[in-house]
């Protein structure tokens, strides 16, 4: 048994609007839930690294199917977007959706995202009946590869063009297939 403070605020924080790298610090593959024709949904949570957002995260989902029991290509293609983001997939290949659907791709999604780097664009939404927009989320417009974020990061901030050398190298890309 522990001992706890009771707790009667629930705000959390939201990444702030704009352009950071971030790091894998989890990944879920949840069952479909009963009732429901949405099929798995994978997830990852996505946390910045430096800067003054440091250690808040994003967390992203990706359905494999829609509502209506179709299979979600968008989804899909923007978990695909993630595998290029971080070396898993070639940018130019086009995917067999079939890939998502096997017990081994759901395992390696569990074994061997985490830890791995890219960049990633947020910007805020409202859910419609926030009214006064007084609550916002945060909505992933952009991944980046680790390279592309750098050197986006350095021109924000005055640097040169070049993309920095790396301090941290992103762990090698291992296929999770």
Same mark, same amino acid.
């Given at each position: %048994? ?10 959390? @924080? ?6 950071y790298?971030?790091?894998?610090s989890?990944?879920g ?7 429901k +024709?949405s ?21 992203? *989902? ?9 299979e979600? +290509? ?7 977007? &993630?595998?290029?983001?971080v ?6 290949? @086009?995917?067999?959706t ?6 081994e791709?759901? @395992?390696?999604? &569990?074994?061997? %995202?985490? *830890?791995? $780097?890219? *960049? ?7 859910d ?5 927009? $007084?609550t916002?989320r945060? $909505? &992933?417009?952009?991944y980046?590869t680790?390279? $592309?974020? %750098?050197a986006l ?5 005055? *640097?040169?063009?070049a993309? /920095? ?5 992103? /762990?090698?890309?291992? /296929?999770?297939?």
């Open positions: %048994m522990a001992k706890i403070k009771p707790r009667t605020s629930f705000d959390f @924080e939201i990444l702030e609007k704009g352009t790298r971030v790091k894998i989890d990944t593959v949840d069952a479909q839930k009963k009732g +024709t099929g798995r949904r994978f997830w990852v949570r996505l946390v910045a690294v430096g800067g003054d957002q440091e250690g808040i995260s994003h967390i992203e *989902g990706y359905y494999e199917k829609k509502n209506d029991g179709t979600n +290509t968008v989804a899909l293609s923007g978990l695909a977007g &993630l595998l290029v983001s070396g898993i997939l070639k940018g130019t290949e @086009e995917i067999d079939v890939m998502f659907s096997t017990s791709f759901a @395992e390696g999604w &569990l074994k061997n %995202m985490k *830890g791995r $780097e890219l *960049g990633i664009k947020i910007n805020h939404k409202f419609s009946d926030d009214k006064n927009k $007084e916002p945060s $909505e &992933l417009k952009a980046y680790l390279d $592309e974020v %750098m990061i350095g021109k924000r901030a005055g *640097g040169t063009t993309t /920095p050398t790396i301090t941290t190298p992103a /762990p090698p890309a291992t /296929p999770i297939q």
